[in-house]
């Protein structure tokens, strides 16, 4: 499946987004706002795992800052008035809680990345 076709292209192409977002915003801030609005994709693409995905936790048991707001983050990245960004931080929170991932610190010797 084209992922970028299926899902953001034509939401980009309509509110004109370039890529990156902007000049100044980190590559690493692009992609988890890309992850984000597939997330918030779900909603027109397919109800019904919005439904699922919205039943998932999104609030960890340690809670080391307020929620984040997301108005500038949306502004940033081109999509002011797309979803609330009560929705950006809830699916935000479904990744973090949800999800694993392993992030290379220093590379290594002999490492093949």
């Not at 809670?63 to 984040?68: I, R, T, W, Y």
């Not at 931080?89 to 290379?104: K, P």
Request: charged share 25%.
């Amino acid at each position: 499946m084209k992922y970028h076709e299926a899902f953001e292209c034509e939401l980009f192409a309509r509110e004109k987004v370039p890529f990156p977002p902007t000049q100044n915003f980190p590559i690493q801030h692009t992609y988890k706002g890309l992850t984000i609005v597939r997330g918030l994709l779900l909603k027109q693409k397919d109800p019904e795992l919005w439904t699922k995905v919205m039943n998932l936790q999104w609030i960890n048991e340690i809670q080391d800052s307020v929620s984040p707001d997301f108005t500038s983050f949306q502004r940033d990245f081109g999509l002011p008035g797309f979803s609330s960004p009560e929705e950006w931080a809830r699916v935000l929170g479904i990744l973090n809680v949800n999800s694993y991932s392993i992030q290379r610190i220093e590379k290594k010797a002999g490492s093949p990345s």
